[in-house]
């Protein structure tokens, strides 16, 4: 897939900053986009948010569809290792992580 444009709320995108995107090699009209933003001024945590994308058409743009979710890392360094990663995890990996996440927090 050489070009791929993204329809996104500019609201989204002056608080978050685009990180990655992974479209389905088995559903092509799917895919899932991660944006970050920094917890707070005052730390180092990462938040990284996983919207699902999707799309009616071939010629249109990638929509975010819903929210899947979000995952609280301790730095920019955790958070650049869960982005690089993100691609090769199973489903049980990603929903083991958010739990985790949920109950550190």
Do not use: C, W
């Not at 929509?63 to 691609?87: H, N, R, T, W, Y």
């Amino acid at each position: 897939m050489s070009n791929v444009s993204f329809i996104i709320d500019n609201d989204l995108l002056e608080s978050m900053q685009f990180e990655s995107f992974l479209i389905s090699p088995h559903l092509p009209n799917t895919g899932v986009f991660l944006m970050s933003e920094n917890s707070s001024p005052f730390s180092e945590a990462v938040t990284i948010k996983m919207y699902r994308l999707g799309r009616t058409h071939e010629e249109e743009g990638f929509q975010m569809k819903d929210d899947m979710g979000s995952i609280l890392l301790s730095s920019s360094v955790d958070a650049k290792l869960f982005i690089e990663e993100f691609p090769h995890m199973s489903a049980i990996e990603l929903l083991l992580l958010q739990q985790l996440d949920t109950m550190i927090q």
